[in-house]
């Protein structure tokens, strides 16, 4: 079992930046591949980026070159530096670990306005 808690959401103008926080407990944070997960209204959750327990990374094509993922394994924290943010970006943003199954955190609320 982990435990996953979103930190870093907000409102922010378009062109601006955020970083997103998820501090996992419960089990050991380096032997999960995490990721970032966002769900906008009406829209079904998708990938935004992962990264492996070696700190191999992939990103979705609407963020390369604008989202960073990143994790601290010294701390149990996984990070995602967001800039040019465009408000297209608006959706809860769900942090995801994944070893055998999935484990979820109950998301932070992205909000871009124009």
């Known amino acids: 079992q982990v435990q996953l808690v979103e930190s870093g959401g907000g409102l922010v103008q378009a062109g601006g930046s955020l970083r997103l926080s998820c501090l996992a407990s419960?089990?050991?944070?380096?032997?999960?591949?995490m990721g970032w997960y966002r769900q906008a209204p009406g829209e079904a959750r998708e990938l935004v980026a992962r990264i492996s327990k070696d700190g191999s990374t992939s990103y979705a094509d609407s963020v390369k070159g604008r989202f960073t993922i990143s994790r601290d394994n010294s701390k149990n924290t996984l990070y995602l530096q967001m800039i040019s943010l465009q408000p297209e970006d608006t959706a809860v943003y769900y942090c995801?670990?994944?070893?055998?199954?999935?484990?979820w955190g109950k998301g932070t609320q992205v909000t871009v306005s124009s």
């Open positions: 419960g089990s050991i944070f380096s032997w999960f591949t």
């Open positions: 995801n670990a994944f070893l055998i199954r999935d484990f």
